[in-house]
């Protein structure tokens, strides 16, 4: 805790702070309700799925080419205000879309001035729920009587008479309440506790058989009976009671699937919107982990922050969805928050990024390495995982288990306060287990998550699993992080940091919204869960297996080449220079261009060899931080335009002594042993 309040009193990290408060505080008061809002514009799962399918087309494309123009420029930090600005507007314009139009359900009985109740009950667009048979329901009727004379087109609005047991208001035709008999007027809400079995008539009604009961509640007062009120015999008197909760007793009826405005609007605005997403969250992740490495700071002390914001403007954004009754206030939210983020972005200091010379070529040089290729194809599984719950889960709450938006903010409060811890220990858990199983463990806890879900018969209990995002998130993207900076140079650290963010989020939500979607379509959400609940459980067997059979031997032979090439000596053993190198990658989306742990001859350097264990030294003969020029390699310094004194280590002078040789071994393989250890299974 020390380390942490030390943390808190370092100014220099305050931006840092408040923007990772900013960022993923506004995200998490709108990204988990777009598929509820969707629903809400009366969009089917099929068209859901489509949305999020077509995505990834831009934004794949889009993303990869703005964070190579990030490393080209290096001081990228005006792009980055401009497209948080960018995201903060085209989110909202996402209210001005339309809703499908849609005939209202409705299941309403009638009385009329000859009965007390009607056996018959007036359903509209209602396909009713198998659960719905002879059973009781509890359900909020709004009751309305009226009266329309001969010779009137007028109606004429009378009240309903409530009757006790014992009590005989038949004839009670005074417009005042009496003992046992209630007079209502006018519009009003009853709770209505209705047992009957009922009998498909056709035409839209139902019969309800001869067994049938029901009780009114009424101002905490229970009556049995309900009478339209007495009216003259040149009258028609006729009483509705409208369900206010049709959903309890009737199937949703799925729109039809015509590809109408709402959908083509909504594809066209949701297509900038998540490019928008995409690039503020790869930007953000480089830019963070490089002002962090500077400043030698604790990554996870900053990403805390990042939860704090979730955890506290999830559930505000629920409550008031829930008290307005619109979106609008999240959508709102969202754009104030990324505004402020925008402002407070230019505070930043980027001058420390190194441009990067050629960032196609370096792309594609990294590609190459079947380890990268290994690892996206596990982003990019993971990614679907995410993405199908980030879009669905909220869509299972509320049509499965009956969810309101409040408890559907607390699901994200819950799966973010639980990270808190995590953020804190992120790194020493990482350094602790290795890069590749702190992804396999997020594959077991996706495994247990979905199957929990599939099982879950109360939103509450849901609760429980969310707690799960310990490790499919927070973990997770620390030690994805670590092992990216770990593949990349600093030249490429943008570029690979949207590369894996669009593989994660922009590709991971909208694949896994489509394959999910049509999935729940044709199977259910408690079918789907299961399915891909077996996916991340093949997909981390595999990719264990794919370690302990080929990956880990892999390393070895690539760290014995690279230990055992004589250029790669190393000067003193200054630990706290290998521990940046080594570990402080802990940071999300964070490479590190050390050149000072490492001082050897520029002649030896060339195109075609640079070791995996020191890749984050630039092949170029170029000095990271000044013009080309033949110097040694020095100590690291990321103030711009300032070059620290050369540490020579004496492999310029023909007099290099058999003890200095022995200690330039012991320091390689020193370095090669802390280097292991963070990638160890």
Same mark, same amino acid.
């Given at each position: ?80 205000? !401009?497209?948080?600005? #960018?995201?903060?507007? /085209?989110? &909202? %314009?996402? *209210?001005? =879309?339309?809703?499908?139009? +849609? ?24 396909? !009713?729920?198998?659960? #719905?048979?002879?059973? /009781?329901? &509890? %359900?909020? *009727?709004? =009751?309305?009587?009226?009266? +329309? ?533």
């Amino acid at each position: 805790m020390d380390k942490f309040k030390k943390d808190l009193k370092r100014k220099e990290l305050i931006p840092i702070k408040l923007l990772m408060f900013l960022i993923y505080g506004g995200q998490a008061t709108l990204y988990p309700y777009f598929t509820v809002h969707l629903k809400s514009l009366n969009v089917s799962i099929q068209q859901t799925a489509i949305i999020f399918a077509v995505q990834p087309v831009i934004a794949l494309i889009v993303a990869p080419m703005v964070g190579m123009v990030a490393d080209k420029i290096g001081n990228f930090k005006l792009i980055f205000s !401009f497209f948080l600005t #960018f995201s903060a507007i /085209t989110s &909202n %314009l996402l *209210l001005l =879309v339309p809703p499908v139009p +849609q005939a209202k359900t409705s299941f309403d009985f009638k009385c009329d001035s000859q009965s007390n109740f009607t056996i018959k009950a007036v359903v509209k667009n209602c396909a !009713f729920k198998p659960n #719905f048979y002879n059973r /009781t329901h &509890n %359900l909020a *009727l709004k =009751v309305q009587c009226e009266q +329309q004379c001969e010779n009137s087109t007028a109606l004429r609005i009378l009240p309903l008479i409530l009757e006790k047991d014992g009590s005989d208001c038949y004839n009670h035709c005074v417009n005042t309440s009496k003992r046992g008999c209630e007079h209502i007027h006018g519009e009003t809400t009853l709770d209505m506790h209705l047992t009957f079995l009922f009998i498909n008539n056709g035409n839209d009604t139902v019969s309800i058989n001869d067994d049938y009961h029901y009780s009114l509640t009424y101002e905490n007062e229970t009556f049995n009976r309900a009478w339209c009120s007495c009216s003259s015999p040149d009258c028609n008197t006729k009483c509705i009671f409208l369900n206010q909760n049709s959903d309890s007793i009737c199937e949703e009826i799925q729109p039809e699937d015509t590809f109408g405005i709402t959908f083509w609007s909504y594809l066209g605005i949701r297509l900038v919107v998540t490019l928008g997403i995409g690039l503020v969250n790869g930007l953000f992740d480089s830019a963070s982990m490089t002002i962090i490495h500077d400043l030698k700071a604790d990554v996870g002390f900053q990403r805390f922050w990042s939860t704090v914001g979730m955890c506290l403007l999830a559930p505000i954004s629920g409550y008031f969805v829930d008290e307005y009754d619109t979106f609008k206030p999240c959508f709102f939210m969202y754009g104030i928050l990324y505004l402020l983020a925008a402002v407070t972005s230019l505070s930043l200091d980027l001058s420390m990024k190194i441009p990067s010379d050629n960032p196609l070529k370096n792309l594609a040089d990294l590609i190459k390495s079947p380890e990268v290729d290994l690892l996206f194809i596990q982003i990019a599984a993971l990614g679907i995982c995410w993405g199908f719950l980030e879009n669905f889960l909220f869509w299972f709450l509320e049509s499965e288990l009956g969810s309101n938006n409040l408890i559907m903010g607390l699901t994200v409060t819950v799966g973010s306060g639980t990270g808190l811890f995590m953020a804190l220990i992120a790194t020493w858990f990482t350094r602790k287990i290795g890069y590749v199983n702190v992804i396999i463990v997020a594959f077991a806890a996706y495994t247990v998550r979905f199957l929990g879900y599939a099982y879950a018969q109360d939103a509450y209990f849901c609760l429980i699993f969310e707690m799960m995002e310990n490790f499919t998130v927070t973990l997770l993207t620390v030690g994805v992080t670590m092992y990216c900076t770990e593949l990349a140079s600093m030249e490429m650290l943008t570029t690979v940091m949207t590369l894996w963010n669009g593989l994660h989020v922009i590709s991971g939500r909208a694949f896994g919204s489509l394959l999910g979607g049509f999935l729940v379509r044709n199977h259910g959400f408690r079918q789907t869960f299961r399915f891909f609940a077996y996916g991340c459980a093949g997909f981390g067997s595999f990719y264990a297996l794919m370690y302990v059979t080929w990956l880990r031997k892999w390393r070895i032979t690539h760290r014995k080449a690279s230990s055992v090439d004589p250029r790669h000596s190393s000067c003193g053993s200054d630990e706290s220079a290998m521990k940046m190198q080594a570990f402080s990658s802990f940071s999300l989306h964070c490479s590190v261009d050390s050149p000072g742990l490492l001082s050897y001859p520029l002649e030896f350097v060339d195109e075609e060899f640079r070791p995996r264990a020191f890749s984050q030294i630039p092949v170029s003969t170029r000095n990271s931080f000044s013009k080309a020029r033949a110097l040694p390699r020095h100590a690291v310094s990321f103030n711009e335009g300032k070059l620290q004194r050369p540490h020579f280590t004496g492999l310029e002078t023909a007099q290099d002594s058999t003890a200095q040789t022995r200690n330039r071994k012991i320091s390689v393989e020193k370095l090669d042993d802390k280097l292991e250890s963070v990638t160890r299974f």
